[in-house]
Nanobody, 119 residues
């Protein structure tokens, strides 16, 4: 049984920093990619950053240059370092594991951690 547990969310002022962590428990036969998504009130869930099994990364245009995703395969842990935070970054952030290319039918999701950027 696989479970994802996010941590590191909280309340910060604009310009501040937070680091999110996702600890994965259980056995996963294969992982295509791990990533972070976010959903703000009244908004569609959107991808923030992903990292594939070969280390390739993707960032949404809105966070490029400010966020950094990393993973530790040995520990099955993924992190998202968020710098220069803006109020529009306020959302619930979800850890994601994509197990197979081209389908999200077998994805795992965390329960989410709240990030609030407020002045």
């Amino acid at each position: 049984q696989v479970q994802l547990a996010e941590s590191g969310g909280g309340l910060v002022q604009p310009g501040g920093s937070l680091t999110l962590s996702c600890a994965v428990s259980g056995t996963i036969s294969s992982i295509n990619a791990m990533g972070w998504y976010r959903q703000a009130p009244g908004k569609q869930r959107e991808v923030v950053a992903t990292i594939t099994n070969d280390g390739s990364t993707y960032y949404a245009d809105s966070v490029k240059g400010r966020f950094t995703i990393s993973r530790d395969n040995a520990k099955n842990t993924v992190h998202l370092q968020m710098n220069s935070l803006k109020p529009e970054d306020t959302a619930v952030y979800y850890c994601n594991i994509n197990r197979q290319r081209f389908t999200r039918a077998y994805d795992y999701w965390g329960q989410g951690t709240q990030v609030t950027v407020s002045s």
